[in-house]
């Protein structure tokens, strides 16, 4: 649930999109779901040259499980709040596991 919470955060914001076939989209992020499924609008593709047929494309649904990577602008990302936010989830899973 850490990622979902976090993509939420960067709706509207461009990202990159690498997919596990090496195909790389940019656009900006307008919605993720639980299965980090990514919708994506103004589109372009990082190799046009590789993938031409893209060009006309300009929204996408990303299904979560073809996702490589998800590149970020470092100025939309908070790390303290991340880091924060990581430590407090380990600590709630070590809680679980030690109560029982």
Same mark, same amino acid.
């Given at each position: ?23 790389? /989209? +940019? &656009? ?12 994506? #609008?103004?589109?372009?593709?990082? *190799? ?13 649904? /990303? +299904? &979560? ?12 990302? #908070?790390?303290?709040?991340?880091? *924060? ?14 109560? +029982?």
């Amino acid at each position: 649930m850490l990622f979902f919470s976090f993509f939420k955060t960067l709706i509207d914001e461009q990202v990159i999109v690498e997919l596990k076939n090496d195909m790389s /989209i +940019r &656009g900006t992020l307008k919605s993720v779901d639980q299965f980090l499924n990514i919708k994506l #609008d103004n589109i372009s593709v990082v *190799d046009e040259v590789k993938y031409p047929h893209l060009s006309a494309v300009k929204n996408v649904f /990303i +299904r &979560g499980s073809v996702v490589r990577y998800v590149h970020l602008p470092a100025a939309v990302v #908070d790390t303290t709040l991340l880091e *924060d936010a990581t430590r407090k989830e380990a600590a709630s899973q070590a809680s679980k596991i030690g109560g +029982r």
